[in-house]
């Protein structure tokens, strides 16, 4: 079967999860480009790219599909640097940026004529930054959106929504306008609301030191997203401005209006506040992971010890439990770290459990 070559341009979080999932086709030759050599060599050690270049025409020249997943800014960039490179004559090239309207616009300025441009946006992620996060199930059960401009020939969505089958991701289109409204209010707004929000406390914890050793659960669920990188959320609200000073607004007077009852002092308005948002909230569609085929993999806790991980990789070697990879996961809340362990094999794995548990690890088979 004829090989399917596929530029990554920007091997980070989602570039290097696009790629792990695109490997497991071994039909899919996958090359990567990145401005940092360092996210290169990791992304070639850990299995995530089959070759690695800072040269951007040698990553693209053999390409069918060119993914761009660096920072949007960035995404900007690379389109009017493609314009000047050889590109195969019926290349597809997308992106996996957070916004949709104003690439899609520049792309179908500057690309040439025999290529096609489709907007994508895979709507999963994390906040932490990087190859070294990446998952080749990251995308699982998720939605991926693709936004053709009118026109896009649909022979093209077709093969890449095709490829996309790989990532597992539900793969739906939407106009790049419609993504944007949408996407502002359930991602990028509430990334503002995240920061703003701990800004806040951190002044008041100028005053008083109490604030940042009060904050639990609640303050910590919701500010998990501040976390986040933020050359990337500058990009963001930069390319969102429109519909994000709309929800602002929209905003605003939602909390005035629940303030207001506040100062009315008003219980039946204030439950039926709570009530409303926790019916939207439970009705939520539940994001199913691990439903798909199982690979052999272990999750473990691992204790916050020096030399823990080590000490799991002898205890399985030392029985001759072979590993073929193995990553270090966050878990919920971000309390404690998973290590995962893919084995050779389900006997294996099997064998590794057992071990591990007689040595009082806590040992999951899903996180
Ligand atoms: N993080 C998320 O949750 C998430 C989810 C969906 C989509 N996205 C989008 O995906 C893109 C990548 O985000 P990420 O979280 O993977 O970021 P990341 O920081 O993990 O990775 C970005 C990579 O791009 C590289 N890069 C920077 N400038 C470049 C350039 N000019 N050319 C090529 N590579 C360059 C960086 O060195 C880095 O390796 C962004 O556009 C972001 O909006 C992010
Ligand atoms: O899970 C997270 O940390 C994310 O912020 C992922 C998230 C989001 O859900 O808002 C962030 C940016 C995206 O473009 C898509 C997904």
């Not at 960035?74 to 314009?83: P, S």
Request: glycine share 6%; proline share 4%; hydrophobic share 40%.
């Amino acid at each position: 079967m004829k090989k399917t070559t596929i530029a990554v341009v920007g091997v980070g979080l989602i570039g290097g999860s696009i790629a792990l999932s695109l490997k497991n086709d071994p039909n899919n030759r996958i090359v990567g480009f990145d401005v940092r050599q360092d996210s290169l060599d990791k992304a070639l050690t850990n299995g995530v790219i089959h070759a690695g270049t800072t040269d951007l025409q040698t990553a693209v020249r053999e390409a069918n599909i060119i993914f761009l997943a660096a920072p949007v800014e960035q995404i900007y960039a690379t389109l009017e640097t493609l314009r000047q490179l050889d590109l195969q004559p019926d290349v597809i090239v997308t992106d996996a940026g957070s916004t949709k309207s104003g690439i899609v616009h520049h792309a179908t300025k500057v690309i040439p004529d025999h290529v096609t441009f489709i907007g994508g946006h895979p709507m999963a992620g994390s906040h932490k930054s990087g190859v070294e996060a990446a998952s080749d199930r990251l995308f699982e059960n998720a939605y991926y959106v693709l936004t053709p401009a009118p026109g896009t020939p649909e022979e093209k969505v077709e093969r890449l929504s095709e490829l996309l089958q790989l990532t597992r991701a539900k793969v739906v289109r939407m106009d790049a306008d419609t993504h944007d409204q949408v996407v502002g209010a359930v991602s990028h707004f509430p990334h503002i609301l995240a920061s703003a929000l701990v800004n806040l406390v951190a002044d008041y914890d100028d005053e008083n030191a109490w604030h940042a050793r009060l904050a639990a659960g609640g303050f910590r669920d919701i500010t998990r997203i501040a976390s986040s990188n933020p050359r990337m959320w500058r990009d963001i609200l930069l390319h969102n401005r429109d519909h994000l000073l709309k929800i602002a607004r929209d905003w605003s007077a939602a909390l005035q209006d629940v303030m207001q009852l506040v100062e009315k002092a008003d219980p039946d308005g204030i439950e039926q506040f709570f009530q409303s948002a926790r019916d939207f909230r439970d009705g939520l569609p539940e994001r199913k992971t691990g439903a798909l085929p199982p690979l052999f993999d272990l999750y473990i806790d691992i204790p916050d010890h020096p030399g823990e991980i080590g000490r799991i990789t002898t205890l399985l070697g030392a029985k001759q439990i072979n590993i073929t990879n193995l990553q270090i996961r966050e878990t919920r809340e971000d309390i404690y770290g998973a290590l995962r362990i893919t084995f050779q094999s389900q006997y294996e794995m099997e064998k590794g459990e057992e071990l591990l548990r007689f040595f009082d690890y806590n040992v999951y088979r899903r996180l």
